[in-house]
């Protein structure tokens, strides 16, 4: 039973809605692996806790971009782990202009410290000094505001960004966390966990809602400005029929319920 008196501190963190393509895009979804402890077997985007190593203060000339404290962070955690879980690297060549990503070639160069970064065996930071990139942060823009619910045992203060994935860069799951990386649009992902060939977590399944109303990907930059984050704080109420959780209207979201059993069923 969930002990509603206690509520853990919600950890910062950050989730990637990488695009393909223009008016019907596809967004690269990972399927989580089975035997991890929280929403195993969910098809969710790229992500995951923001890293001692994401707020080194060093970090300095190695980043596109203009950001301060957690949302500096949160855009680096964020880059991290798509490059951990995917392979795919929003960077380009120390030097060079913001959007020139490097290419496959480059990719695959890395690929072997996937793993030990994901495990906190290497510093993310230093891998990319060491091969001389800039991380691309500008093309990052903010798409929702998400922080779970004060009775969960684990808590994640999750800011959601959009970005164009670089042309040319192949996404690979990496085999520990993920077992499928696929490029796949809103709808399909939406019509495969209706017919109940595919797990998604309540958050996961509004923001493909949402991305699936919105259609291009000019619409969606469009979109994803700041003014238009409203932070997400499900409460839990109840009725006759049973406990839910609410979000706000203003969030801008198909519903604004969701059943408390759902949820911890994705969970």
């Known amino acids: 039973m969930n002990d509603f008196s206690k509520s853990a501190e919600p950890v910062l963190s950050s989730t990637m809605l990488l695009l393909k393509g223009e008016d019907a895009p596809a967004v690269l979804m990972v399927k989580r692996h089975y035997q991890i402890d929280f929403a195993s077997g969910a098809m969710v985007f790229p992500g995951g806790k923001v890293s001692a190593d994401d707020h080194r203060e060093d970090w300095e000339g190695w980043y596109h971009g203009t950001y301060l404290d957690d949302e500096l962070a949160a855009r680096i955690g964020g880059v991290r782990e798509v490059f951990e879980e995917s392979g795919i690297l929003l960077a380009t060549r120390k030097g060079d202009p913001a959007g020139k990503f490097v290419g496959q070639s ?94 998604l977590l309540f958050p996961t399944r509004v923001n493909l809602e949402r991305l699936e109303d919105l259609g291009s990907v000019s619409a969606i930059c469009e979109f994803a400005q700041p003014e238009n984050v409203v932070t997400v704080l499900p409460v839990v109420e109840s009725d006759e029929t049973g406990k839910f959780l609410r979000i706000p209207k203003a969030a801008g979201y198909r519903v604004t319920t969701e059943p408390l059993e759902r949820v911890m069923k994705t969970v």
């Open 106 to 199: 480059v990719c695959n160069e890395l690929a072997e410290f996937r793993s030990p970064v994901d495990r906190g065996e290497m510093s993310f930071l230093e891998l990319v000094q060491k091969y001389k990139l800039q991380l691309d942060l500008t093309d990052l823009q903010p798409y929702a505001h998400w922080i779970t619910p004060d009775f969960m045992p684990k808590r994640f203060d999750t800011r959601f960004y959009v970005a164009r994935a670089p042309e040319g860069q192949e996404a690979l799951h990496d085999g520990r966390e993920t077992t499928e990386a696929v490029w796949m649009t809103p709808t399909e992902v939406l019509e495969k966990a209706e017919a109940g060939e595919a797990k």
